[in-house]
């Protein structure tokens, strides 16, 4: 079974960073693709970054210059360094990861909140 272990999210103050880690495991199929998507209040889940297994990697707009997707694949392992927070970075973080035959998996989650 395959499960994801996302942390680092909490409460910071706009212009403030933090680091979301997310560690997968129990994929028969390997991992081509890791990343993260989230959810606001009200809209649908959104792409946030993605990185491929050869390291290519691709940004929502919104993110772009302020967030840094990375990944370990020996150790199955995905994070995303948020800087230069927004308010309308709130939202729940989604770990996502894509096996080499298609299959899209999620992690539970984990509640980013930018406000002063």
């Known amino acids: 079974q395959v499960q994801l272990v996302e942390s680092g999210g909490g409460l910071v103050q706009p212009g403030g960073s933090l680091r979301l880690s997310c560690t997968a495991s129990?994929?028969?199929?390997?991992?081509?693709?890791m990343g993260w998507y989230r959810q606001a209040p009200e809209k649908q889940r959104e792409l946030v970054a993605t990185?491929?297994?050869?390291?290519?990697?691709n940004y929502a707009d919104s993110v772009k210059g302020r967030f840094t997707v990375s990944r370990d694949s020996a150790k199955n392992a995905v994070w995303l360094q948020m800087n230069s927070l927004k308010p309308e970075d709130t939202a729940v973080h989604f770990c996502?990861?894509?096996?080499?035959?298609?299959?899209?998996?999620w992690g539970q989650g984990t509640q980013v909140t930018v406000s002063s």
């Open positions: 996502y990861i894509k096996d080499f035959i298609g299959r899209n998996y």
């Open positions: 129990g994929s028969p199929f390997g991992i081509a693709t």
């Open positions: 990185i491929t297994s050869n390291n290519r990697t």
